[in-house]
């Protein structure tokens, strides 16, 4: 799990207690209505890609940060998809951190670069047709997210 300077120095001071982190996720679609998704280390299962928004960082700059970090691809954002909280966004952690994310959900578009998962947050990657995400081992923040902001097809134009 990657954790960013700030998040570290917030865990120093609070320990495992419960953190509310802005994040965001990053739905790079491609011209036959492919998804871009990413195979997270830790877990081994499917997820988007997407991450905590750094202080002083806009979720437009957070989301394409992360997708040139965890899949290695520059994208333009082409809209805002929505946003998702709750309990179904809370996450423990496998060393005790607690978290609820609230996540600002883009859609997005590959400008370029190759897809290719980090080896370090990510370790694969992979365009997935609507048919094949159903087919996927996703993780538990992943299907609440799709069901949240009803994945399964790339926005309508």
């Known amino acids: 799990m990657g954790i960013s300077p700030y998040l570290r120095r917030l865990r120093e001071s609070v320990g495992h207690d ?4 802005p994040a965001v996720a990053v739905l790079p679609w491609d011209s036959d209505g492919r998804l871009l998704m990413v195979r997270e280390a830790e877990t081994g299962r499917w997820q988007t890609i997407g ?35 709750g309990p179904q966004f809370r996450l423990t952690y496998a060393n005790g951190d607690l978290v609820s994310y609230v996540s600002i959900v883009f859609d997005a578009h590959v400008l370029g670069g190759e897809a290719r998962a980090d080896g370090e947050e990510t370790t694969e990657v992979r365009w997935c047709t609507a048919a094949e995400l159903s087919e996927l081992a996703l993780t538990d923040f992943t299907v609440a997210l799709f069901e949240w902001v009803e ?7």
């Not at 994945?151 to 134009?157: F, K, L």
């Open 151 to 157: 994945i399964g097809a790339p926005p309508t134009e």
């Open 18 to 21: 419960l953190i509310l982190v």
């Open 51 to 85: 991450g905590a928004v750094d202080p002083d960082e806009s979720p437009q700059d957070a989301a394409v940060r992360e997708t040139a970090e965890e899949a290695g691809v520059q994208v333009t954002l082409d809209g805002l998809r929505g946003v998702a909280g």
